[in-house]
């Protein structure tokens, strides 16, 4: 098992900042793949951002430029940070984990086995 704990999320002004981090713990040495989503109020659940172990990162197109994600492999914590937000980026942000993910499911919700209870982004204009 795998325990995901997110934090650091809240009220910022357009075009500010937040850092988001997910502490994790468990049998993380079985974790290949560590991603962000986020859904919106209605929406479905979508990618935002995923890290490998091997250091490969990718984005949503949405999100690319603007937040960053990586990996504490000492602290055991995985960050987003998200800079230049704008009211569209309003969210439940979750952290995911994924032991075994094929490429193709990256962006995927099933392609995740553990997931965190959600931080709540909210962007004013």
């Known amino acids: 098992q795998v325990q995901l704990v997110e934090s650091g999320g809240g009220l910022v002004h357009s075009g500010g900042s937040l850092r988001l981090s997910c502490a994790t713990s468990?049998?993380?040495?079985?974790?290949?793949?560590w991603a962000w989503f986020r859904q919106a109020p209605g929406k479905l659940r979508e990618f935002v951002a995923v890290?490998?172990?091997?250091?490969?990162?990718n984005y949503v197109d949405p999100v690319k430029g603007r937040f960053t994600i990586s990996r504490d492999n000492v602290k055991n914590i995985v960050y987003l940070q998200m800079s230049a937000l704008k009211p569209e980026d309003t969210a439940v942000y979750y952290c995911?984990?994924?032991?075994?993910?094929?490429?193709?499911?990256?962006?995927?919700?099933?392609?995740?086995?553990?997931w965190g209870q959600g931080t709540q982004v909210t962007v004013s204009s």
């Open positions: 995911a984990a994924a032991r075994s993910p094929i490429t193709s499911s990256l962006p995927l919700v099933r392609g995740y086995d553990y």
């Open positions: 468990g049998n993380i040495a079985d974790i290949s793949a």
């Open positions: 890290i490998l172990s091997g250091g490969y990162t």
